[in-house]
């Protein structure tokens, strides 16, 4: 992929830049002939935090003691997110053997207190494990043990008692009835949509497995994942169409050849998208996905929403047939628009098990108020403004907005300075380790390609025609065995991943031609989120300590084009408080003061003013961060711009 950066360039020295480092500590040298500095543990991440669990379940002083360290990973996952990842019979036999259950109004039931459960002759023995994958699996009556190679470390003894065993015999058979109930209720809802409304459900299915972050789903005992190793769903391994893919094997087949798996999996993905669009299907992401759990997540969000002060409230589904529980998708997806307009939205992502949970945030408080100022006191000194908040702030640069497009300080661009001091404001007034922001670096050039419609060019253009602006606290590099180099690497690192996700997002803006839709790309973001304990399976993340966060992405309108997540804020905090919702309230108000700002600078440029963004590359971050000049000229890394 070439970008506007590298026109007038043979394909010779376009390879040539590409084989540079642009890490700022070997700028000059060639990529990949230095060892790495630091090597990652074999244990780091997700295998490290299952074997902790592990441990701490085997010490427990009883069984309920231990499940609930399992359920909750040590205290890194709600333990409902491991409780709807139970199959049928493993939900079956914990409820049976602790009272533990994700539905309502059947937790703590009367199996797990009595005296049943811990006195009498065992007449059966079975186990409890934690599987490599996060899951609890239990070893359940007429099956055999559980197979070390899946498992963290060994087992669990778990007697079972006659009490126990018929409460397991009651509920099983119970859910057999309700299983054949709803497969056949999703047959026939399916046989009503046709074969080509199939197939236009599938092709939808296709479409959110290949635009979304990873996810993992189960069917009982099967996976569906579009995530590394056994991946069975289009995603990053296998391409729209692949044979391997679940859902690319279905099509053209007679609904009576599909599975029952398969067959709850169209549907309830079809539930889903339609109740938020995507993004809602990770919220699935590491439990069952049955039309009962469905249903479950529903009436939660319906629950939600209705708390959301005007608008109509949203009924409960009449009952929990596919045709209601669509009704009720399509109502909520209704009310969710009316409530982005009066309400915050946000996810709550837990790393471990990449799970997220939408919330309704409650209105900023004392400790939201107290970040904001403190920003705002930083901003006003450094970029000489006088507004007492960031909307106010916002005002008085849309007043005036000619100093965006000029040079500033130490910086070509007011637009430049806005965002660092921005940033930096951000890293001090949270106490973050890290704050950045991302972004394009040529509005001039982005507007001149849309106004001759040149959407090809535009999702062609590569990573360096973006900039992720990253700053880290001078303290941060504690983590980092206290160098200083080591801190301008790793901001670095990040300020390229940042770059790729805004060259992944900006495609889900354009025109779904064929050459956009060939382009690898996820639907942008448009709520904020927070993360909790992010540094388990992202090899990025794992490395450079990226455990907890705050995003808040934001659309910016660009010669009458609005983008979607065209640039957002981040907080990262390496160790230590994770961000709560207050400081996420804080941080959105941050962004959006930064997203005005653009969209200033791109009615500048739409107006033929040269608003870009030209630092922020390898060389800045090492010189802003060592305060040092980098060994080797940074021409080698600094993108080459063709004339106006």
Request: charged share 25%; hydrophobic share 40%; aromatic share 6%.
């Amino acid at each position: 992929m070439t970008g506007p950066s590298e026109r007038g360039l043979t394909r010779r020295e376009i390879n040539a830049r590409k084989r540079i480092s642009r890490r700022p500590s070997r700028l000059g040298t060639a990529a990949g002939t230095l060892k790495p500095d630091r090597e990652g543990e074999p244990d780091a991440g997700f295998p490290g935090l299952l074997k902790q669990a592990w441990e701490q379940a085997a010490e427990a002083a009883d069984l309920r003691s231990a499940v609930e360290v399992l359920l909750t990973l040590d205290g890194h996952v709600p333990a409902d997110i491991q409780l709807r990842a139970l199959s049928t019979s493993e939900e079956a036999a914990l409820h049976a053997l602790t009272g533990l259950t994700w539905r309502a109004g059947n937790s703590d039931a009367t199996y797990g207190d009595t005296e049943d459960v811990e006195g009498g002759e065992p007449v059966f023995l079975g186990e409890l494990g934690l599987a490599t994958s996060g899951r609890i699996v239990l070893r359940v009556p007429s099956q055999g043990p559980l197979d070390p190679r899946d498992l963290v470390g060994g087992v669990l003894r778990v007697p079972w008692t006659p009490a126990v065993l018929e409460a397991y015999r009651q509920e099983t058979g119970r859910a057999a009835a309700r299983l054949a109930e709803s497969v056949a209720d999703c047959r026939q809802w399916l046989e009503a949509q046709g074969a080509e409304g199939r197939d236009e459900l599938l092709e939808q299915a296709k479409e959110a497995a290949l635009r979304n972050a990873p996810f993992v789903l189960y069917q009982d005992q099967k996976q569906y994942t579009n995530f590394r190793g056994q991946n069975n769903l289009t995603g990053k391994t296998l391409w729209p169409g692949h044979p391997d893919c679940a859902l690319s094997s279905l099509q053209g087949l007679p609904l009576d050849v599909w599975s029952d798996n398969d067959v709850q999996l169209v549907v309830c993905l079809t539930l889903l998208i339609r109740s938020a669009g995507f993004g809602r299907v990770e919220e699935a992401n590491g439990t069952q996905l049955t039309v009962d759990h469905v249903a479950y997540m529903l009436e939660r969000v319906r629950e939600n929403y209705n708390g959301i002060p005007g608008g109509e409230q949203v009924p409960p589904a009449a009952s929990r047939r596919v045709e209601a529980l669509s009704d009720l998708a399509l109502a909520l997806r209704e009310r969710r628009q009316e409530a982005l307009g009066s309400a915050q939205l946000y996810r709550e992502i837990h790393g471990a098990l990449m799970h997220k949970i939408e919330r309704v945030a409650d209105a900023p408080g004392d400790a939201a108020r107290a970040r904001e100022d403190a920003v705002c006191a930083l901003l006003r000194d450094r970029l000489q403004l006088t507004g007492t908040t960031l909307e106010e702030l916002g005002r008085e640069v849309a007043a005036s907005p000619q100093w965006l497009a000029q040079p500033h300080g130490d910086f070509a661009t007011g637009l430049e300075s806005l965002v660092y001091e921005a940033v930096a404001a951000s890293a001090e007034a949270f106490q973050a380790d890290f704050a950045m922001s991302r972004g394009m670096r040529s509005l001039p050039e982005l507007i001149r390609a849309l106004r001759e419609e040149r959407w090809a060019e535009i999702v062609d253009w590569d990573i360096t025609q973006f900039f992720c602006c990253v700053v880290p606290l001078p303290q941060a590099r504690r983590h980092f065995a206290d160098s200083v180099a080591t801190l301008a690497d790793t901001a670095w690192a990040m300020s390229s991943r940042m770059q790729y996700n805004s060259w992944h997002f900006v495609p889900g803006n354009a025109p779904r031609l064929p050459e956009v839709l060939a382009r690898d790309h996820f639907v942008p973001p448009t709520i904020p989120d927070v993360a909790f304990y992010s540094d388990q399976h992202h090899h990025g993340h794992v490395n450079n300590l990226v455990r907890f966060t705050v995003r808040s992405p934001q659309s910016v309108e660009v010669d009458g084009h609005r983008f979607n997540g065209f640039m957002d804020l981040r907080l990262l905090r390496c160790d230590g408080t994770p961000f709560d919702e207050q400081d996420l309230l804080a941080a959105h108000r941050v962004s959006a003061f930064i997203a005005g700002a653009t969209a200033d600078a791109a009615a500048l440029a739409a107006a033929g003013e040269p608003a870009e963004i030209t630092a922020f590359d390898a060389a800045w971050h090492w010189k802003a961060i060592t305060g040092t000049e980098p060994a080797e000229a940074e021409a080698a890394t600094r993108p080459v711009r063709r004339a106006s």
